[in-house]
C-alpha cells in the first residue's frame, strides 16, 4: 500500500478473525516499530508477545473486567448509528474478545525521568519514556495495516499492570506503554472520523 493511503485507512481494527498471524509476519511489523526514532537514540522498546491461549485468557480476563468496572454504563447506553455508538460497541467486542485475538502485543518502555524532572523530585518509579515509544507504537500500527492486518492501541493495562508483571516476569525497570492485540480484520476499516487539517493548524500566530 501507499504510504499515505495506508495512514488514511489505519484504525483502530477491534473485531478480529481467530486465524493465526504468521510468525514471519509478526517480526516484520516488530521489525518497523524498531525503526522509530527515539531521544538520543536509546531504543527504550521492549515487547512481550502473547499467544498461547492461557497467557491470553490472564490478559484478556483482566482487560475485560476493568473495561466493564470503568466504562460499564457507558458501554451499554450507545447509538449504533453514530461513529461514537460504533466506537463504544467495538470496544465492548474487543473486551469480550481480546483472549480470543491471534496476538496480544505488550509494548513497554524503560523507565527513566524525563529531564525537565529535577534529580530532588524523583521520588518512586520513574515513567515510562512514552515520548520514545509512541513512535514505535506508531510504526506498528502503520506497519500491520500495510499488511492487511488489523490492530488497535489500547491502555486498560493501567488497571493491572503489576499482576503482568508478576505473570509474566517482567523486570520493573520497563512499564507498560501500549497493548495491542493484532490478527486479520473481522470487516473492513471504514472511514476516518478527524476533525479538519483547518481547525488545527495555526500559521504564524494561534488564531
Ligand atoms: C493513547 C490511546 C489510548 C487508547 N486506548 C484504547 C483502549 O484502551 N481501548 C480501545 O478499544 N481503544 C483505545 N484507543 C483507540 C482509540 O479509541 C481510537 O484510535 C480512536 O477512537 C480513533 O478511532 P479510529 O482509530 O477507529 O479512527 C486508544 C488510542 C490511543 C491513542
Excluded at 499515505?4 to 516484520?28: G, N, Q
Excluded at 460499564?72 to 455508538?85: E, F, V
Excluded at 509474566?168 to 525497570?173: G, L
Aim: hydrophobic letters at 35%.
Amino acid at each position: 500500500m501507499d504510504v499515505f493511503d495506508t495512514i488514511h485507512s489505519m484504525r483502530a481494527m477491534r473485531r478480529l478473525k481467530p486465524d493465526p498471524v504468521p510468525k514471519a509476519l509478526l517480526e516484520k511489523i516488530l521489525s518497523a516499530g524498531i525503526q522509530a526514532p527515539s531521544g538520543q537514540n536509546t531504543q527504550p522498546w521492549a515487547f512481550l508477545v502473547l499467544t498461547e491461549t492461557a497467557n491470553k485468557k490472564f490478559f484478556g480476563d483482566r482487560y475485560n473486567y476493568w473495561l466493564r468496572e470503568r466504562f460499564g454504563d457507558l458501554l451499554l447506553k450507545n447509538d449504533s448509528s453514530s461513529p461514537y455508538g460504533r466506537t463504544i460497541n467495538a470496544a465492548r467486542h474487543l473486551g469480550d474478545h481480546m483472549h480470543e485475538a491471534p496476538v496480544i502485543l505488550m509494548v513497554f518502555g524503560k523507565r527513566d525521568w524525563p529531564f525537565n524532572v529535577k534529580e530532588n523530585d524523583r521520588k518512586g518509579n520513574a515513567p515510562p519514556s512514552y515520548g520514545s515509544i509512541y513512535p514505535c507504537v506508531q510504526n506498528i500500527l502503520i506497519a500491520a495495516r500495510a499488511l492487511g492486518l488489523g490492530a488497535s492501541l489500547t491502555t486498560m493495562h493501567q488497571m493491572f499492570e503489576d499482576e503482568i508483571h508478576d505473570q509474566f516476569n517482567v523486570p520493573r525497570t520497563h512499564g507498560i506503554v501500549a497493548t495491542i492485540p493484532i490478527g486479520y480484520p473481522e470487516g473492513n476499516f471504514g472511514p476516518l472520523t478527524r476533525e479538519p487539517l483547518n481547525k488545527k493548524v495555526h500559521y504564524e500566530k494561534w488564531t
